[in-house]
């Protein structure tokens, strides 16, 4: 069974430019997570998306958007980029449920120069 | 609001002994208690969860946790450690879908 698969491994861009992640969650999963893990900030929750919906949302600002695709398959967006949003970006996915684990891809490490 | 702490940033210990990483909770009603491993330039493994039940969790590579209600702890535990279990330990609490992080602990095994 595939993983949770992100896209790209790697970005760089500079500050005010805008950056896209994708993620794929695990075939029959419906919920697709986002967390930025910075140096220094620990692990944050950035959104949850469910069936297409967005569920909740983390304490980031609104240039941090993203939306799920009816194929379950999410993106993440981050407009007018800064410094501060150098970070690793990890995606994860689960089953419906509350009480499922949450299972994670290897991330999309975002340098901003 | 829900939180987990794990009190020490590393945990040091020699291969072959018994190793515990320390996760309390906070939280109202009952909790949905993770752990997760990250390796360097990787994602979170899934270890193991403690939603009802036994208290004694069992997961995989040989982990395990205990859940004490009491005490309000979490705690992994894996009766001998390798030199490979070295790597970078969460504990985690889920909260209206998303997962609250404790700040993350160190494991190092030396041989």
């Known amino acids: 069974e595939a993983g949770v698969t992100q896209s790209p491994t790697h970005l760089i861009k500079t500050r005010g430019q805008q950056a896209t992640l994708r993620c794929s969650p695990i075939s029959g999963h419906t919920s697709v997570y986002w967390y930025q893990q910075a140096l220094g900030l620990g692990l944050q929750f950035l959104l949850w998306y469910d069936e297409g919906e967005e569920r909740n949302r983390g304490n980031f600002p609104p240039r941090f958007s993203g939306r799920q695709f009816p194929n379950y398959s999410s993106e993440l967006n981050v407009n007018a980029l800064e410094l501060e949003d150098s970070a690793l970006y990890l995606c994860?996915?689960?089953?419906?449920?509350?009480?499922?684990?949450?299972?994670f891809g290897d991330g999309t490490r975002l340098s901003i120069l | 609001a829900q939180s987990v702490a794990q009190p020490e940033d590393q945990v040091n210990v020699a291969e072959g002994n018994p190793l515990t990483v320390k996760c309390t909770y906070s939280?109202?009603?009952?909790?949905?208690l993770f752990w997760y491993v990250q390796y360097p330039n990787r994602g979170l493994q899934f270890l193991l969860k403690?939603?009802?039940?036994?208290?004694l969790v069992k997961g995989s590579y040989g982990f395990e946790a205990e859940f004490n209600k009491s005490q309000t702890s979490f705690h992994l535990k894996k009766p001998s450690a390798l030199v490979s279990d070295s790597a970078l330990y969460f504990c985690a609490v889920r909260d209206v879908g998303k997962l609250i992080f404790g700040q993350g602990t160190t494991l190092q095994v030396k041989p």
């Open positions: 994860a996915s689960s089953l419906k449920y509350s009480n499922q684990p949450q299972h």
């Open positions: 403690y939603i009802t039940g036994d208290n």
């Open positions: 939280v109202s009603g009952n909790p949905y």
